[in-house]
């Protein structure tokens, strides 16, 4: 047949990039041929769109658009992680979509209105890339131990429908120095290839190993393949930096987040809430909760978490003790959970301290009725006590 050598590598050329449109086209032209009885020629173009089919089975199938348009292949349990080399630990750990939180952790409305605008970003990518714009790739979080940060992240991910690669950086740098950039390099290549949230926990590692080691010019090399890492992600998923000392991050890192979000101390609603929701299943009334939530005024999200789970142990261990008494054996055997002038006023072995405190609490109003209630003493008796104490 004249020219079918120009044919056939018309046809692959085009089926290298193949579309619908051509798929379509080079079948046709194979069953013209089959009816012209042009058996060799049939041959030659089956066998190129054979090829195409191994082709399509190996990377678009597996290439899948989330919900909220992050690209890149699949990660399933069977993925193999990166490791450092000379360890053989992995580098990172991958938390699937069904494992990441449903519920966000407790804050004030402040931060809740600048994470709903982080996610909303997300939710309208098409309307933002029909006038050229993209929503922030990028998102440092920090604050003190405790506040809810890892929780946060793993749940802006839930939202984002996206499985978490979490790197640890205080592991990744506690691996020989030199292979540390190494280790860095490989993470990001991992990212890049997987469909991700990349969750970059224990940020100020960084920095604490600037003022911990001598070898400077090492340091340096990793902060700047960490930089360079972290630029070339720029256009790639979703990155958030996590740290729970912020001033010792390197201002150059600091920049490359488009939003930086600062998670403070609860304040007492807060506290609260969060206390309301870990005690749920001790129906402890609003008294209660308000003097818990005053006993551990200061503390983290993390510390309420694990009051909650002392009084929730001691309401089947401890029946017989009151509120009071359980919380002062907290404040005992938890001298960096509860502040010092709080443990103090709950150490004193009469109620007379703490009974003064919180009628003189300005902020947070108790009622003597309420007072009484919580010491399981007469409300009359209370009321002697005030008016003893206001004559001395
Ligand atoms: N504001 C909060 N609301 C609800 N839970 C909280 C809050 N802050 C902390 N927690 C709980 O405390 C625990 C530790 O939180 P985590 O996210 O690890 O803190 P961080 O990363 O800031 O040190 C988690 O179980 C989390 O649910
Ligand atoms: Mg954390």
Known sequence: M??????????????????????????????????????????????????VDKLVDMSPSKIQKSLIRFEGEELTHKTPLPVDKETSTPLAEIIFTDQLPTEPPIFDANIKVALNSIINEWLNFEKLKSIDAQPSRSCLIYGEPGTGKTHLALWIAKQMNTPVVLVRLDGLMSSFLGTTSRNIGNLFSFAAKYRCVLLLDEFDAIAKLRNDTQEVGEIKRVVNTLLQNLDSRKNTGFTIGITNHESLLDPAIWRRFEAQIEIPKPSFEVMYSILNKFLNT???????????????????????????????????????????????????????????????????????????????????????????????????????????????
């Open 282 to 392: 001790l129906s402890f009334n609003e008294n209660e909760l308000k003097f818990l939530s005053w006993c551990i005024e200061g503390a983290s999200g993390a510390d309420a978490e694990s009051l909650s789970k002392w009084l929730k142990k001691s309401s089947v261990l401890n029946q017989q003790a009151t509120l009071v008494d359980n919380v002062r054996r907290f404040a005992m055997l938890n001298s960096g959970r509860v502040n010092l002038k709080k443990r103090n006023i709950l150490a004193s072995s009469n109620d007379e301290d703490l009974i003064n405190s919180l009628l003189n609490e300005t902020t947070i109003n108790f009622k003597q009725r309420e007072i009484a209630t919580l010491l399981n003493k007469n409300p009359s008796a209370l009321s002697k006590h005030v008016s003893k104490s206001k004559r001395l």
């Open 2 to 51: 004249d020219h079918f050598n120009i044919i056939q590598a018309l046809c692959r050329s085009a089926l290298s990039n193949p579309s619908e449109a051509v798929l379509h086209q080079v079948n046709r032209l194979k069953q013209a041929l089959d009816k012209d009885g042009k058996d060799k020629e049939v041959k030659i173009i089956d066998n190129l769109l054979k090829q």
